[in-house]
């Protein structure tokens, strides 16, 4: 499976959870470190955990599995390291406060 297809499964898991104003920002040319981030936020706690759980979730069923989660309960920002792709799930303020979107202006963000 491609990126741009495991990025469309993991919006979709995404959508199943009513994340909120889902970004995917393609940054190959600005880092080295992956190729795309994919954003989004929810509105409390219980939200965040059932939409990165559902990522989890569904990325296992491809047999993905994560190499490495950071964040957690109450942290109100979960990263989901997937190597070429890093999921960023949100508390909808926490997302404001770090605006990823604002630091990465110069990536290219992508409509799927």
Sequence with gaps: MD????????????????????????????????DYFVITHGYNQPQIDAITDNIIDEIGKLGISPKRIEGGK??????????????????????TFYDLERIWKDAVSMDL
């Design 3 to 34: 990126n741009l297809e495991l990025i469309k499964v993991i919006k979709k898991s995404i959508e199943d959870k009513k994340g909120e104003d889902i970004k995917i920002l393609d940054i190959q040319k600005l880092c080295v470190i992956c």
């Design 74 to 95: 109450n942290s109100g920002w979960i990263l989901i390291d997937l190597g070429d792709i890093v999921i960023h799930v949100f508390m909808n303020d926490q997302r």
